[in-house]
């Protein structure tokens, strides 16, 4: 019998959802009573009523999960309170066994973990049937973490839709190429997708490297084709600058495929614009080699692909040295991560230097917090901690 139980994850994976949407902080309810119409008792594990969107009930259960897909079910076409909105869509969750171990911190867990679910929508009114996806089985999130964002859980969702020989195209943060929490995302496209191209722009700044008209943050265009098998050589194509109009932007697209259609070419080089300039450079390399987006210099992209193999390739010298290289990982291992506040104690080192721990009435901890974000209780200008660390 797990020692979490089902309501204290609940209200973790509450307080996890909150956090990704800047509009979700009271938009999500965790266990409560009295939302749905003629059903006093009734109890949804989690409501997600987003300003302007459909509501979505989530239900969770601890595998095996028997029932969760008929609570789930159940929920369409009830009607919520106060508003009166007529519920179409859930989700049934299945919990992995080992998040109910009571061991770290919880929230932590539900960031890494892996789910399996199911999705239904339909409000059974006339012409309007419940209907499951997917119709058979349940959905996996391999790409899908925490800490990457609602980006990795949209990378999810397209390989799930996308059929065999389909092609995806994706705008991503920059930190895709090589950020920690996107290397599940880099496995999937590595592994189940060919023909593989990253778009970057070589640029200072964060605004300078979107391709975005809105998010003032550095990203990368991402294409590839479903195959079902990877085993190819990925194209990083490192432009100058974003295109400055839509037919610039469609004249360097077509510079790019004819890179990535010709495999006979070296592994890095420019690319070349009909007015004798060039977009940038393209490094053909292994995925994992994110560090190959965003170089500009030809010279520079040839040292970073021979120092692995233990050779020192300088720009303009045609000799290479033989260096002994190995993996930092076997000369010292990773400390506290700075953007953490605490983690899992079974972790060598854990993530975190703290432990969030309740707090004692009567004493003023040292380290006070504010953990939990319950809306019902941080409803005035200043609020207590409700943790110590």
């Known amino acids: 019998m797990p020692r979490t139980v089902e309501t204290a994850f609940n209200g973790a994976l509450a307080n996890v959802l909150r956090g990704k949407h800047p509009r979700w902080q009271t938009a999500v309810s965790a266990e409560q009573t009295g939302v749905i119409r003629d059903s006093a008792g009734a109890q949804p594990d989690i409501i997600v009523r987003h300003p302007g969107g459909m509501a979505v009930v989530i239900e969770t259960e601890y595998e095996p999960a028997r029932t969760v897909e008929a609570d789930a079910r159940g929920r369409l076409g009830s ?30 867990g539900i960031r890494g973990g892996a789910f399996l679910y199911c999705t239904f929508s339909g409000t059974r009114l006339p012409g309007d049937p419940v209907r499951r996806w997917p119709s058979s089985g349940w959905l996996r999130a391999p790409a899908g ?55 970057s722009i070589a640029d200072t700044g964060q605004a300078s490297r979107a391709f975005s008209a809105d998010t003032g943050m550095a990203e990368v265009l991402v294409v590839a084709r ?59 390399t292994e995925l ?32 290479e040295a033989m260096v002994p290289m190995v993996p930092l990982s076997e000369i010292g291992g990773r400390g506290l991560l700075d953007r953490d506040i605490n983690g ?25 917090t504010l953990w939990g974000h319950d809306a019902s209780r941080e409803n005035h200008l200043t609020v207590q901690p409700d943790c110590r660390a």
């Open 145 to 199: 973490h925490g800490n990457a964002g609602l980006a990795s859980n949209f990378v999810d969702l397209a390989h799930a839709k996308l059929r065999p020989g389909g092609v995806a195209a994706f705008v991503l943060p920059a930190a895709f190429v090589q950020g920690g929490s996107w290397r599940n995302a880099r496995d999937l496209f590595a592994g189940r997708y060919q023909g593989l191209t990253v778009v």
């Open 288 to 319: 994992q080699n994110g560090g190959a987006s965003g170089i500009l210099e030809a010279g520079l992209a040839q040292t970073m692909l021979a120092l692995p193999e233990g050779r020192l390739k300088l720009p303009r010298r045609n000799e």
């Open 79 to 108: 009607i919520l309170e106060p508003e009166g909105e007529l519920m179409g869509a859930a989700l049934a969750v299945r919990i992995p066994g080992q998040l109910g171990e009571g061991a770290g911190d919880l929230q932590h």
């Open 344 to 368: 899992d104690p079974e972790r060598t080192p854990p993530r975190g230097p703290f432990d969030i721990l309740p707090t004692i009435h009567g004493s003023v901890p040292t380290y006070p």
């Open 226 to 284: 479903k195959t079902g098998s990877g085993k190819s050589d990925t194209l990083f194509a490192n432009l100058r600058r974003r295109p400055r109009s839509i037919l610039e932007a469609v004249s360097v697209a077509r510079r790019i495929e004819k890179v990535a259609a010709n495999r006979t070419l070296l592994s890095t080089g420019r690319i070349p614009l009909p007015d004798a300039d060039e977009a940038g450079v393209f490094v053909r």
